[in-house]
């Protein structure tokens, strides 16, 4: 294996193992803590840009099989990892780590100190890297590194360039993609959904011309106020049609309800998240994965009703807006990966738009 190094903005360097491709690659350093699910973490759109560690030390047990992807092209830019297995053992798997990474394009780090890593992360907050050959001049790569303004386009790169069905006998909901992970489709598709799933930018005139019973708002990559044509469909839709957003589409949400965002120190990824349900006191476990948040002080004089809160750090987690059928959460109720206490929301989501259907009919 060849010696590679990751180059910190703050300066500090690691070295280590390189593998999977040998391209050089700069982004924005970021830790997720699930003790597995790595196939779901380097196939999230929503990492577009990002370079991933990830604090279990052992990455690739199970190796890579057909099923767990959340997306076809994955866009992490790196993967780094404290070890990386070339013997994975599971009936599903098909290919190593290394493997993947290589037919992908996507350089991986291994042998580092990951603990490090995200203890220094977690001190300075979310920091820009390089990977890079060990013979790169360390001085130059912080100075490069510093000036670097990473491309604020994330959404265009990963959602889909043209309309698509995802065909089904119930109701129609039109999925807007900002980075859509596989796993909300899979949900729609479940509960019978004739889903077609639509880019960023549609506008609202063309998406209600596909009659939707519902519309979802998918989760994404990068700051939600990238997407200012986003926001204003949502409040061209607002009240029409009901809707359901996740993450990235929770946020575009408050956004678009005069709520405001701001970027958190260094986010919430991982598969072990506690959320509370303001109304119940009841918790679930959640998987999340976002640098993001909503500001509490914005929604206080908005139509926006605080639904769920982060037990961590006490930030939003959930919003229901109090007029019209529509409702957000910042985690992941389609797991992938990780545990499906909130499945359960893809169900009100249906709920939702049946009483909905119903109110219309007795206004017909
Ligand atoms: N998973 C997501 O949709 C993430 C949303 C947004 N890009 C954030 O980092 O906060």
């Known amino acids: 294996m060849m010696k590679r190094q990751l180059i910190l903005e703050d300066g500090t360097v690691f070295i280590g193992e390189g593998f999977g491709s040998e391209t050089e690659a700069s982004g924005e350093v970021v830790f997720n803590t699930g003790m597995t699910g790595y196939q779901e973490i380097l196939s999230d759109p929503s990492y577009c840009g990002q370079m991933v560690t990830l604090t279990y ?3 690739g047990n199970y190796g890579i099989n057909r099923d767990d992807f959340e997306s076809i092209q994955p866009s992490i830019k790196a993967l780094i990892v404290r070890e990386a297995t070339d013997l994975p053992s599971n009936f599903r798997s098909e290919l190593t780590i290394d493997e993947l990474l290589k037919q992908k394009g996507i350089p991986g780090l291994a042998g580092i100190d990951t603990r490090k890593l995200t203890r220094l992360i977690r001190q300075y907050g979310t920091l820009k890297g390089r990977l890079t050959a060990i013979d790169q001049d360390v ?3 912080v100075e490069s590194l510093k000036e670097t303004q990473f491309p604020t386009n994330q959404v265009m790169q990963v959602s889909t360039p043209t309309p698509y069905p995802s065909p089904g006998r119930g109701k129609r909901v039109v999925l807007v993609d900002f980075g859509m992970k596989h796993g909300i489709l899979r949900e729609l598709n479940q509960r019978d959904c004739d889903v077609v799933v639509v880019p960023y930018n549609t506008s609202s005139k063309d998406i209600l011309s596909l009659h939707p019973d519902g519309i979802m708002l998918s989760n994404g990559p990068g700051n939600p106020k990238d997407v200012p044509e ?10 029409v049609v009901p809707m359901f957003g996740i993450c990235l589409g929770h946020q575009l949400f408050a956004l678009a309800c005069g709520g405001d965002t701001f970027k958190l120190k260094f ?8 959320v509370k349900e303001l109304s119940t006191g009841k918790v679930a476990i959640t998987a999340q994965n976002h640098g993001y948040s909503v500001d ?13 809160i982060a037990l961590n750090d006490g930030t939003i987690e959930g919003l229901r807006h109090k007029e019209v059928p529509a409702f957000t959460v910042q985690y992941h109720p389609e797991a992938s990966p990780g545990p499906e206490d909130a499945n359960d929301l893809f169900d009100s989501f249906m709920t939702m738009m049946e009483q909905s259907l119903k109110e219309d009919k007795i206004n017909a």
């Open 230 to 239: 986003a926001i204003e469909m949502i409040k061209e839709i607002l009240g």
């Open 296 to 308: 509490p002080a914005s929604i206080e004089n908005t139509v926006l009703e605080i639904t769920h």
């Open 57 to 59: 030390p052992l990455i």
């Open 267 to 274: 986010g919430h990824r991982g598969s072990n998240h506690p």
């Open 139 to 141: 001085a130059k790569t």
